[in-house]
């Protein structure tokens, strides 16, 4: 097996041999139930009453479907990792063990959270875009009992989205170094298009 993002161990093994003898019509259901309850921290897949109802649905014992669960749950957090073309996805977990009709399935269940996972980190992107403001001002501090005759001109920006507001504190040296840093982003990105 030449699948890097999964480390097949035995208890990786036999629980692949317990989900290829899910009942495929019901498995999709199953397994999207599993990746919903994945994107929830510290909730509970299953009741103890619908996991009763599993085991009998899919003729297994309690130890086999917790396997199973555990197996899909491991599969799931492992592929939110990487990024896979959705042919070579398949072809690893064919490879790694999983029966074609349920590695299709793994792979549909997949793609769809994959796209909702993505659409849903551009519409937090764009919020965040839309309600970013940016303010400036510049002080001077002037001499004072310890330093006469002294002025340190002062920059400050403030940059606030939503519930978050940062202010930054620049010299004139520092402002200019940042400023120079900025036109060297610009550059590079006028050079990309």
């Excluded at 551009?122 to 310890?146: C, G, I, M, Q």
Aim: proline share 2%; glycine share 2%.
């Amino acid at each position: 097996m030449d699948c890097q993002w999964l480390k097949l161990s035995p208890s990786l093994s036999k629980g692949i041999t317990v989900v290829n003898q899910l009942d495929t019509s019901k498995f999709e259901q199953f397994l999207r139930r599993i990746v919903t309850k994945l994107k929830i921290q510290d909730a509970e897949i299953f009741t103890e009453e619908e996991q009763l109802k599993l085991q009998n649905i899919f003729n297994v014992t309690e130890d086999q479907l917790l396997l199973a669960i555990k197996t899909l749950l491991y599969v799931f957090k492992r592929l939110l990792k990487f990024v896979f073309m959705p042919k070579n996805l398949k072809n690893d977990l064919e490879s790694s063990g999983f029966l074609s009709d349920k590695a299709e399935i793994i792979l549909k269940t997949w793609s769809v959270e994959t796209k909702t996972m993505v659409n849903e980190l551009d519409t937090e992107t764009h919020k965040h875009l839309d309600t970013l403001n940016f303010s400036w001002r510049v002080n001077a501090e002037l001499s004072s009992d310890y330093h006469k005759k002294s002025k340190v001109p002062k920059a400050y920006l403030s940059l606030s989205g939503g519930e978050n507001e940062t202010e930054i504190e620049f010299t004139h040296p520092e402002l200019y170094s940042m400023f120079l840093q900025f036109e060297s982003i610009q550059n590079e990105l006028d050079n990309v298009v």
